[in-house]
């Protein structure tokens, strides 16, 4: 069986599931739970392992089960594996049956017993399950698209942060996994050496996720490439609660945006009002509830020093008062800001996001002086008009970018129409130093200028509704 075929067997039943009210995110969880105890079960067989599943809870015992027997067991693996340690733990945390009806419990475990999914080769396992997971997050209704970054974008960034097997590297927002596996990817080609590939699947990738779900997926995304070894290279938790006492080579990320969720406050008067949280820690520049300048807080301190970092943002990072200048202004003083792309709409599934990707590096700070020089902004945004379905990105949108940044030495840049270079005290001086810079004139704007002067657009609607009125009056009724 194809690659396609499978993915399109799995993603089939689905539909079935979704008649039950199994919403496309928990129809893939469910999957992802299911699958990890046939491939332990294909482990005991196969490579003569030890099953890393309770007997009672392993796939031999529970497929041979039925109806109301089968639903209770299920449900009880769920709930006591979420309480082991190490990979397990990681991929049931807080598991919980969304199939209702034991009949099709049953159909969905006779179908993943269909295959024997040891015998795929890794690559095909992984791009198996990354396909369920690209399915999931087209389904906008599931909102699954949030976790999902575009591939080509993603391997943009890989290629020009070029990451190496000594590198150690972080996504503290790390979603489905879609930056490590890539990294991953990149990395493993540059060597041979076995000793060098076993630390990078077991010791070089870490990540980190708020919802459980998320984690769930991605552990077993790495886990089907190969990565772990026992334990999970991503764990469920807020990232911007702590630094931690762990630093990183590299940090690629797309951290979520939006508001940390609002806390109940009661006043005085006995009213309930509102209150976005803010974190208060000793390492940030400026205290705000802004998940996305926090984000940047946090990976601006958790860096090696001499380490790089790649992360999305949306505009208001680059033009934000307050908050957003304070670290804005640290960002270009004690850190090497080289690097903006402006990134087009419709890209992602979260319909009119306009987001950049921000490229720097951690130095060390100078006593008087700045660290950045000249801030290079690719505008691959102005005139560029992307869609998820009809003109989806892809590598080839993405490639004169690749050439432009010059990943083998950045010194070498020059100037295109797309590809400018601002120096650091251009910058400083502008107004609450907004990186948001375009210099393209925008071909839609030109439209709006060429529009009929406003009489002109009167006259015009009368001439339109006399026409059909005389038109009305002809008809026979």
Request: glycine letters at 6%; one cysteine or more.
């Amino acid at each position: 069986m194809t690659e396609n075929n499978l993915i399109t067997k799995v993603w089939n039943y689905a539909t079935i599931l979704k008649d039950s009210g199994v919403a496309y995110t928990d129809y893939v969880a469910q999957l992802t739970y299911l699958l990890f105890l046939k491939m332990d079960d294909e482990c005991t067989k196969i490579l003569n392992q030890k099953s890393l599943i309770p007997v009672k809870y392993q796939w031999k015992n529970l497929k041979s089960l039925d109806g109301a027997e089968l639903e209770q067991r299920y449900n009880k693996a769920l709930e006591d594996l979420s309480k082991t340690s190490g990979i397990v733990g990681t991929i049931y945390s807080k598991a919980q049956n969304k199939i209702a009806e034991p009949a099709k419990l049953k159909k969905l475990i006779s179908m993943v017993d269909e295959q024997t999914w040891m015998g795929l080769d890794v690559d095909v396992k992984g791009a198996i399950y990354e396909g369920l997971l690209q399915k999931n997050a087209t389904e906008t209704k599931a909102g699954a698209g949030q976790y999902f970054t575009p591939r080509p974008l993603i391997k943009a960034i890989v290629e020009v942060m070029k990451p190496t097997p000594d590198d150690t590297i972080l996504d503290p927002a790390c979603g489905t996994g879609g930056f490590l596996l890539e990294a991953y990817s990149y990395m493993k080609k540059q060597t041979k050496d076995k000793e060098k590939l076993k630390a990078l699947r077991e010791e070089k990738l870490f990540g980190v996720d708020i919802s459980p779900l998320v984690v769930s997926l991605c552990a077993m995304n790495l886990y089907l490439h190969g990565i772990g070894n026992g334990e999970s290279p991503v764990k469920q938790g807020d990232s911007l609660l702590s630094a931690g006492i762990k630093r990183y080579n590299m940090v690629l990320t797309n951290p979520p945006f939006g508001k940390k969720s609002s806390t109940k406050i009661m006043g005085e008067d006995g009213s309930v009002k509102s209150e976005s949280e803010e974190y208060q820690r000793d390492d940030f520049t400026a205290t705000t509830s802004n998940k996305q300048i926090n984000f940047l807080q946090h990976i601006m301190t958790v860096l090696n020093m001499g380490g790089r970092a790649a992360v999305v943002v949306p505009d208001n990072v680059l033009f934000e008062g307050g908050a957003g200048e304070k670290v804005r202004i640290k960002l270009l003083k004690d850190f090497n800001l080289h690097t903006i792309l402006r990134l087009p709409t419709g890209i992602f599934y979260a319909q009119g996001v306009k987001a950049n990707v921000i490229f720097f590096d951690k130095l060390s700070p100078l006593e008087d002086g700045h660290r950045t020089n000249d801030v290079w902004v690719y505008d691959f945004r102005t005139n560029i008009n992307l869609t998820l379905v009809t003109n989806s990105l892809n590598d080839e949108h993405l490639k004169d970018f690749v050439e432009c940044y010059k990943k083998d030495d950045i010194s070498k840049r020059t100037e295109s129409e797309r590809f400018k270079k601002f120096s650091y005290d251009e910058i400083i001086k502008r107004d609450k130093t907004n990186l948001d810079i375009t210099w393209l004139k925008d071909e839609s704007l030109e439209d709006l200028e060429n529009l009929p002067e406003p009489d002109e657009l009167k006259k015009e609607i009368i001439e339109n509704l006399e026409i059909a009125l005389n038109s009305f009056k002809k008809l026979d009724i």
